[in-house]
């Protein structure tokens, strides 16, 4: 079971987050298309994936929610998700989404003419829809609103994975990376309530969590302080605690300011 709701949930601005996921989507297309085929060839950090599987894989974040909203919406339903509990939910689809890359990859050797028809199907759907059209996603039903949510983290951890790949630097639309650093921060809080160690992602989040002693005014006695990007890199899985923190990238003081237990959130 995923951890419960907070009561006082963070709230997005639909509209904001819509042209958040295209423009990071755009700024992906853009550098793929001009990637070569020695490029496209090399591999990622993502197991077996080369980089023109990744760049097949950042389309999903975009047609899955088309997909979904050309489906019924669920009657009498509820939603099942909230954006915190979605990081615990991937683990279980690792495999299908491996297969699904592959089988996508190889259905579409036209990499930017993929990327115009999903940006385009993307529009066509999700403009009209409402944010509080019910989707039934594969990991549980959820609000439009709140799934799309969830697409800055696919868009930002994959443009990082592919700047990391070839050594191209893909610009991250800030408020792509804002909604993305807030939801990985607001997950912590969820998966360890409590309010003795602050962690802090400036400029965009600031979270307590971890049962003990609340701090209340003042200095707190747990500080956890890092970028927006390697917080992310510490959430999904691809930065370990311990490196990062050899590396300077963290900042942590207190005897409870260690989050190595509870990293990464997505499996």
């Not at 509990?85 to 690792?94: E, L, N």
């Not at 400029?203 to 002693?213: E, H, M």
Request: aromatic share 4%; proline share 8%.
């Amino acid at each position: 079971m995923p951890p419960t709701t907070r009561k006082r949930a963070r709230r997005y601005d639909p509209d904001r987050t819509r042209t958040a996921v295209l423009a990071q989507f755009a700024q992906v297309g853009r550098a793929v298309a001009g990637l070569t085929a020695d490029q496209l060839a090399l591999p990622t950090r993502l197991g077996d994936w080369t980089v023109r599987e990744l760049a097949v894989h950042i389309t999903a974040a975009l047609s899955a929610v088309s997909r979904n909203l050309e489906l019924p919406e669920p009657r009498g339903a509820k939603p099942e998700l909230t954006p915190v509990q979605w990081p615990f939910s991937m683990a279980v689809r690792a495999g299908q989404i491996d297969e699904d890359t592959h089988a996508l990859a190889a259905a579409h050797p036209d990499l930017p003419a993929l990327y115009e028809e999903v940006a385009a199907r993307f529009e066509a759907v999700v403009v009209p829809a409402g944010p509080e059209r019910l989707l039934s996603t594969r990991t549980g039903s959820m609000r439009l609103g709140d799934y799309l949510v969830t697409r800055t983290v696919e868009l930002v951890a994959h443009t990082d994975d592919l700047n990391a790949a070839t050594g191209l630097d893909i610009p991250y639309d800030r408020q792509a990376l804002a909604a993305a650093t807030r939801l990985l921060a607001d997950a912590l809080a969820e998966r360890a309530a409590g309010g003795s160690v602050e962690v802090r992602v400036p400029p965009f989040a600031v979270v307590q969590c971890i049962g003990g002693p609340q701090h209340t005014r003042g200095t707190p006695p747990n500080v956890v302080e890092t970028d927006p990007l390697t917080w992310i890199r510490l959430a999904t899985g691809r930065a370990g605690w311990a490196d990062e923190r050899e590396a300077a990238r963290i900042s942590a003081s207190g005897e409870r300011a260690d989050l190595s237990g509870l990293l990464p959130l997505m499996g």
